[in-house]
C-alpha cells in the first residue's frame, strides 16, 4: 500500500525538492518510509530549531524553499523562533508535520504532543497553515504553498497531517503529469510609463533596494548605469552592485552621510524594501525621511501602502519591473558616481573606530576567501558588517541580525548554505553566547559532510548587550558568561579546531579553513579586534 505519507515524498520530489530537513519521531516516521527510497536527502539537525535555521540558509542560497519534517507539539513550538525569522525576512520555508489523529487533536485528553491548537500556535509567523483532513487535500495543499513560493510574497508554509490521514491509503491518487508554477505579477505598462517619466525628469535620483530584490541583480544594475543613481543596498541586498561599482553604496541608510544623499535626492526609487527600522533607523533616532518624489516595486501590494506612501505604487517581480524601466530610461549624467563616492569618502560618528576595525576583518576574509558565502548570527561582527559591509555577490551577506533578530541562527543556517552550494566556501559568523543556542549542530554539519567555516568570537558575555546596559546606567546583570572550551568541543565533534592569536593568525587560518574537507573552528578573542581596530588607524 502508498500511504499518503509515502504519497507526500512523491509530490515533493515533482516540485524538485532535493533535500528535507528534519529529525524523525514516533508520530513522523511514515513519512520516512517513503524518503528512504526517493531522491531525496534527509539531513538531521540536533534541534528543530536547528531544522528551520538549516532550511532557511537553503533557501537563501538556492532560491528554492527549505523543506522540513517536524514532528506533532514540541517539534512544532521548537521550529516557531526559526520560523519567525523567515517570516520576517520573506524567505520560502516549507514546514510539514504531523498532528493528533481526528478524535485527538485538541481533545484535552493528554494524547502525546498534544496541544489545544497547532494550526493557530503556527499561523501567524506562517504565510497560512492548513490541515490536510483527507490524502485528497494533499496536493491541492502543497499546490498552494508553492503558489505563495512562486508569485507572492515568500514565507513559511505550515502544512500539519493528522496521523490518521498520514497512515491511510493513496493507492488511487496520482502525481500529477504536469506541475502548475505560477509566474510573478508582472508591472502594468502605464505604471512603468509613469516611473519612468518621473525619473527621466530627475536631477538627482537614488535606488534604494532590499531583499525583494536578491535576485534581480542585473536588472537593477543596467537600470541604475542608465539612470546614473546610486543604489543602496540594504543587509539583505548587499552585493546587487559588486564591491568597487561606483554606484554602489553598501553604507546603511542608518549612516547620516547615506541619510544625507537619499534626502538631497529629488526621486527616490524603492524596489523590494520594506523600510525596515533595523535597516534604515538602527538607532531609532526617527531621523531617516525621503522628502524627495517615491516610487515603490514591491511584490506585496500590503507593503507598498505601509512606512512611506508612494506617489507610484508598482506591484511586480523586481527583476521583471527593473528590466521593463531601464528599456525606458533616457540615459543621462546625473553626477551618481560623486554622489556614492562621496560618501564612502566622509565617515562619521555612527562607524566607531571598533565597527571600522570590524569591517576591516570582514573585508579581508571576504578578499582572501573569493566566492565566501557570509552567514551570520546577531554578534558584534555581523553588526558592524551590516552598517557597512560591501558583498562580493548578492546573497553572499546574509544574518538574523535584523527584522526578527533571534540568536543561534548562524551554524545551522551556514550548514543549510553550504548543502545548497557545495562549492563555494561558507562562513558562519558567530559569538560565543548566540553559538551556544545552537552549539549541538556541530554534529550536523559533520555527519552531514558540509565542511563549513565557524569563526567564532570569544569575548566571554552577551558583550553588545552588556555595552548598551552600561550606556542606559543599568548594572550590567546577566551578561557574563561562563563558556565553554570551544576547542576541545570542537574536537570532541570530530571538527579542526584553531584559536587565532594575532590578526595575520586570523585572516590565515580562515583562508585554510575555507579549503578544509572538514568543519573548521576558528576562534578569537577581543584582543585580535583591537589589533584590526589599531591598524585601521
Not at 310 to 320: R, T, W
Not at 370 to 393: C, E, H, K, M, R
Not at 502 to 508: A, E, G, N, V, Y
Amino acid at each position: 500500500m502508498i500511504s499518503t505519507g509515502m504519497y507526500l515524498t512523491r509530490l515533493l520530489e515533482a516540485y524538485g525538492v532535493d533535500t528535507v530537513f528534519g529529525i524523525p519521531g514516533v508520530h513522523t516516521v511514515e513519512l520516512y518510509r517513503g524518503l528512504a527510497g526517493s531522491s531525496i536527502r534527509h539531513i538531521t539537525p540536533r534541534h528543530e530549531q536547528g531544522a528551520g535555521f538549516m532550511a532557511d540558509g537553503y533557501a537563501r542560497v538556492s532560491g528554492k524553499p527549505g523543506v522540513c519534517f517536524i514532528i506533532t507539539g514540541p517539534g512544532m513550538t521548537n521550529i516557531v523562533t526559526a520560523m519567525g525569522q523567515a517570516y520576517g525576512d520573506s524567505i520560502p520555508m516549507l514546514v510539514i508535520s504531523t498532528v493528533n489523529s481526528h478524535g485527538r487533536m485538541g481533545s484535552g485528553e493528554g494524547w502525546l504532543h498534544e496541544l489545544p491548537d497547532q494550526r493557530a500556535l503556527v499561523e501567524n509567523v506562517a504565510a497560512f497553515s492548513y490541515t490536510v483532513n483527507r490524502p485528497e487535500e494533499l496536493a491541492p495543499a502543497l499546490a498552494r504553498a508553492f503558489a505563495v513560493f512562486d508569485s507572492a510574497r515568500p514565507r513559511p508554509v505550515h502544512i500539519e497531517l493528522p496521523i490518521n490521514v498520514m497512515l491511510a491509503s493513496a493507492e488511487h491518487l496520482t502525481v500529477p503529469r504536469q506541475i502548475a508554477r505560477l509566474s510573478r505579477p508582472e508591472a502594468k505598462s502605464d505604471d512603468i510609463a509613469a516611473a519612468a517619466d518621473l525619473l527621466n525628469g530627475a536631477k538627482s535620483p537614488v535606488i534604494l533596494v532590499g531583499g525583494g530584490a536578491a535576485r534581480a541583480a542585473d536588472e537593477i544594475r543596467s537600470l541604475a548605469e542608465m539612470l546614473d543613481a546610486p543604489v543602496v543596498m540594504t543587509t539583505n541586498a548587499r552585493g546587487l552592485l559588486p564591491v568597487g561599482h561606483p554606484l554602489a553604496v553598501s553604507l546603511s541608510a542608518s549612516y547620516s552621510a547615506t541619510r544625507q544623499m537619499i534626502e538631497a535626492s529629488d526621486v527616490a526609487l524603492a524596489i523590494g524594501t520594506e523600510f525596515g527600522p533595523t535597516d534604515y533607523d538602527m538607532y531609532e533616532d526617527g531621523f531617516f525621511t525621503i522628502p524627495g518624489r517615491l516610487i515603490r516595486i514591491d511584490i506585496d501590494p500590503t507593503q507598498i501602502m505601509r512606512t512611506i506612501m508612494p506617489e507610484i505604487g508598482i506591484v511586480a517581480d523586481s527583476a521583471e519591473a527593473a528590466g521593463h524601466l531601464a528599456a525606458l530610461i533616457e540615459p543621462a549624467s546625473r553626477n551618481g558616481s560623486a554622489r556614492a563616492a562621496h560618501i564612502a569618502t566622509n565617515p562619521n560618528q555612527d562607524l566607531s573606530p571598533q565597527m571600522l576595525g570590524d569591517l576591516k576583518i570582514l573585508e579581508t576574509i571576504r578578499d582572501r576567501v573569493p566566492d565566501a558565502i557570509f552567514v551570520g548570527d546577531s554578534t558584534q561582527l555581523v553588526y558592524a558588517g551590516n552598517l557597512g559591509y560591501a558583498s562580493a555577490a548578492p546573497g553572499s551577506w546574509f544574518n538574523s541580525a535584523t527584522g526578527y533578530g533571534t540568536l543561534g541562527y548562524g551554524l545551522p543556517a551556514a550548514i543549510g548554505a553550504k548543502r545548497a552550494a557545495p562549492e563555494r566556501p561558507v562562513i558562519a559568523l558567530a559569538g560565543d553566547g548566540g553559538v551556544q543556542f545552537t552549539i549541538a549542530e556541530l554534529a550536523s554539519a559533520k555527519e552531514a559532510r558540509l565542511p563549513i567555516t565557524l569563526l567564532l568570537y570569544d569575548n566571554k558575555g552577551y558583550g553588545e548587550i552588556k555595552s548598551y546596559m552600561v550606556s542606559q546606567n543599568i548594572p550590567p546583570l546577566g551578561v557574563d558568561l561562563f563558556t565553554p572550551d570551544f576547542l576541545a568541543l570542537g574536537q570532541a565533534y570530530g571538527w579542526e579546531t584553531a584559536r587565532a592569536e594575532t590578526l595575520d593568525d586570523l585572516f590565515d587560518l580562515v583562508e585554510a579553513a575555507a579549503k578544509n574537507t572538514e568543519p573548521t573552528l576558528v576562534l578569537f578573542g577581543p584582543e585580535v579586534r583591537d589589533q584590526a581596530m589599531k591598524a585601521i588607524s
